[in-house]
């Protein structure tokens, strides 16, 4: 079986965030900002794993869309986090830098499917002519 390397990386990526997140209410009593991450960062991977269940094309990109705007809110409040030095800023840098990259990931892949959903709509309206 072929790995799925956004569902990996998703997954370890929300298994961080709750760490982190859990680690940042004990120590520091940060509920606030801690809360909207843990929820936007735990969504990026659940939304993917939902995407590959989609009924159609249009559904995946759908699915992956809402993964790329979870993860660029978790991108912003890891961000807040590092900047208003409320957590250690050499510990969200990692997260930062892995968010970033699954940002990417997840734009290559919601480019390659929005092109073959054109592709596969000019296909079908050429062949009903």
Same mark, same amino acid.
Do not use: T
């Given at each position: 079986m072929i790995e799925n390397? @956004?569902?990996k990386k998703t997954y370890s990526f929300s298994i961080c965030?709750?760490?982190f997140?859990?680690?940042m209410q004990r120590r520091e009593k940060e509920f606030i900002i801690t809360r909207q991450l843990l929820k936007s960062s735990t969504s990026i991977g659940a939304n993917m794993e939902?995407?590959?269940g989609a @009924?159609?094309?249009a559904e995946f990109v759908c699915k992956t869309q809402i993964s790329l705007k979870e993860a660029k809110e978790t991108h912003y409040w890891l961000r807040i986090l590092?900047?208003?030095e409320i957590a250690d800023p050499d510990l969200v840098k990692p997260m930062l830098r892995e968010c970033a990259e699954i940002i990417a990931i997840l734009t290559a892949i919601l480019r390659t499917a929005?092109?073959?959903l054109k592709s596969n709509d000019t296909k079908a309206t050429?062949?009903?002519r």
């Open positions: 390397v @956004i569902l965030s709750v760490k997140c859990y680690e939902e995407a590959q @009924i159609s094309g590092s900047d208003s929005k092109s073959n050429f062949r009903d």
